[in-house]
């Protein structure tokens, strides 16, 4: 992937792609409703990756790189895991495979004759859960959830007959069993001809089957589990993954049959191949081949990145595709106002689902370009063309060919430039891939999904009033819900009506005052949730919750944030400055004066001091770039904007956040630099293990660094770390550090 673009184009497609991951994960993960394609999600999380590692400064510090699923949903209760469970990094080619083979070698330093043996098994498209056995009963089962906290389903995990709830003798007194939760094509057929509800694909059904409130209904659905991992354990199962599987068959678990030792990158892409043509008739849906290096030792030495392991890689197989009419395409219209072009299709049946809908993207992917402007497609899309289908083991697929010879339609699809909702002018930023609405709050679409928005889980979360509910409050007459502020005064407005909504179909006495109740339960909220949940562009969960520690409490934040106003549009001119300085040195043949022109708008004429101080406070928070700021700064100036969460503002009791609890390791928070020759560990597993336990590793010695790690040969970097008086130590004493 080539990258060609500015740290402020780059950080607003960092903010845009966190956000779309955002949602795919909670879609995905929390409602077993996903909406976008695997490979489309990959897609994402790739670019993400790309330009996280193009632009280091402007990864956030709650990147999606850096997290596994979504939050567990509400209803069960939460297990913590003992040990994270983890994600796996996926390959979509021969050269990832050959890469991650060679990346092993080198971490371990391994020379390319050593051996070095991955075993080779199907990655089965199910849900993960962890098992946890104690003297070899079955204790708890626990759903991956965000990898962190999962949802306790043991109560319906017992109903799973490939689940053994006691281990023989030889079992370990502790032992957490990993593995695959899933429905054969065959039990997925029957169920949704005969169960309650058709599901989308046998993934969903087995998700929405094991998360059942009622374990009897769970019991009633044919649920499968393959092991293949273990969490923690009170002695070793072996010294190798295949020995470890194998004791685990021993014990009782069901566990892959395709699995398969390895020891060289060309038997690992034959493995591959062999598991692929064996998949239309296995009776279950995998998605891709999964290699784990085989040593346990040496995965032990490799260990983890955030969020997946060094010594594992998930090869994906190609989606599946078929061809049918696009006969509509339709707008729809986000929370921040974004254009998003739906196909229409004639339904196909696409690897066992039937897909009526797919993903247009944005106007440039339906013109056959990608968000960089380069061709994806030798021509554009149009209504009535015969399209490409793509899917892999979900939902919403997208649109990936057009077969020309069949088209009769002469004209090019024409993107709307006006907002199809409220009619308002839709504009494409510089650097956006998208078209927005600029109807603000006066668009009934954008002011309904905000409005849903407020409302979700990780915002007020009321009970009783989901997007449903706000669709239906949106459109009442006598009991309107318009804009946040308005949920808050639902009942003093309902009991001055005539019309009371308790006597409403779909309302009775009581579930009216269960949402009354609800409502004013969420009256006082946490800082964070609330600046979460007005749904500022670029700022997501994580982003609020930085916000809320570093202002303390709303009045600090308000006040700041109109401080700053100023500088924001600042900061907006002299982008403009830069773009137009870009064109003109660009048409001159001469070399463009950025910095310069950046600093003119700035200096002239002078800006009050307190306004550059507030901006330059907000953009130094960490992971809180120039893009989040002006998004944040200008929802708060903007008037019309600012009312509506003045109105919410006076009818809650927002609560001051607390100040954030210290990681426990000796190095956590500290800044450590390693030079000279290490012996013991190669310095990517050094970095590594630094990094896990919380310590930022620079590459040059400065008054920021905290420690010094200096091997033999060290010379300049140590010599300044002892002038700066930085403290040092030699790998000894680091390995010492390394194993608290
Ligand atoms: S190993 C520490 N092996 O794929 C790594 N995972 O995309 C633990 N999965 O979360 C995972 N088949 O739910 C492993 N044979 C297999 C798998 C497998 C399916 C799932 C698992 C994991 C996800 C990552």
Known sequence: MTIDLTPDEAAARIADLATQIAQANEDYHAKDAPRISDADYDALKRELAALEAAFPDLKPADSPSDLVGAAPA?????????????????????NDVTDFVARIRSFLNLSAEAPLRFTTEPKIDGLSLSL???????????????????????????????????????????????????????????????????????????????????????????????????????????????????????????????????????????????????RATLGYDIDGVVYKVDDLSYQARL?????????????????????????????????????????????????????????????????????????????????????????????IPKVSAVDQSRRTNPDPYRFPDHCPACGAEAIREPGDSVRRCTGGLACPAQAVEKLKHFVSRAAFDIEGLGAKQIEMFFADDILPIREPADIFTLAERDGRNLAR??????FGERSAEKLFAAIEE??????????????????????????????????????????????AERHIAADEA??????????????????????????????????????????????????????????????????????????????????????????????????????????????????????KVAGSVSAKTDLVVAGPGAGSKAKKAEELGIRIIDEDEWLAIAAT
């Open 74 to 94: 509400e209803g069960f209760g939460k297990v913590v895991h003992r040990q994270r469970m983890m994600s796996l990094e996926n390959a979509f080619s021969d």
């Open 132 to 278: 946890r056995y104690e003297n070899r009963a079955l204790l708890q089962a626990a759903t991956r959830g965000d990898g962190t906290v999962g949802e306790n389903v043991t109560a319906n995990a017992r109903t799973i007959s490939d689940i053994p709830k006691t281990l023989p003798a030889d079992a370990p007194a502790i032992l957490e069993v990993r593995g695959e939760v899933y429905m054969t094509h065959a039990d997925f057929a029957r169920l949704n001809e005969t169960g309650p509800r058709s599901f989308a694909n046998p993934r969903n059904a087995a998700a929405g089957s094991l998360r059942q409130i009622d374990p009897a209904i769970t019991a009633s659905r044919p649920l499968r589990f393959f092991a293949y991992a273990w969490g923690e354990i009170s002695v070793p199962l072996a010294e190798t993954q295949s020995g470890a599987v194998a004791r685990l068959a021993d014990f009782g678990f069901a566990t892959n049959p395709l699995m398969q030792t390895c020891d060289d990158p060309r038997q690992m892409l034959s493995a591959w191949t062999g598991i692929e043509q064996q």
């Open 303 to 395: 260990g983890f990145r955030s969020t997946t392991p060094r010594w594992a890689l998930a090869h994906k197989f190609p989606a599946e595709l078929a061809w049918t009419r696009l006969e509509a395409i339709d707008i729809q219209v986000g929370r921040t106002g974004a254009l998003s072009p739906v196909a229409r299709l004639a339904p196909v049946t696409v690897g066992g689902v039937v897909v009526s809908n797919a993903t247009l993207h944005n106007e440039d992917y339906i013109a056959g370009r990608d968000s960089n402007g380069a061709q994806i497609r030798d021509t554009d899309i149009r209504v009535g063309d015969w399209v490409q289908v793509y899917r892999a083991g979900d939902v």
């Open 501 to 506: 909504l308790k006597n409403r179909d779909g």
């Open 522 to 567: 969420r009256r006082s909220v946490p800082l964070a949730r609330l600046i979460f949940a007005l749904g500022i562009r670029h700022v997501g969960e994580v982003a609020a919750a930085t916000l809320a520690r570093h202002y303390g409490d709303l009045p600090a934040m308000i006040g700041a944030l109109d401080a700053a106003a100023p500088a």
């Open 578 to 695: 830069v773009t137009a300085e870009r064109a003109a040195a660009a048409a001159q043949g001469r070399r463009a004066r950025i910095a310069e022109t950046r600093d003119a708008v700035w200096s002239d004429p002078p800006l009050p001091a307190a306004a550059r101080i507030a901006w330059d406070d907000l953009t130094n928070i960490n992971s809180i770039g120039a893009v989040l700021a002006q998004s944040l700064v200008t929802a708060f100036h903007q008037p019309a904007e600012r009312a509506v969460i003045d109105r919410v503002i006076a009818q809650l009791d927002v609560r001051s956040a607390e100040a954030a609890p210290a990681q426990d390791s000796p190095i956590a928070g500290q800044t450590v630099v390693f030079t000279g020759t290490l012996e013991k560990m190669t310095r990517a597993e050094a970095k590594a293990r630094a990094e896990a336990m919380g310590a």
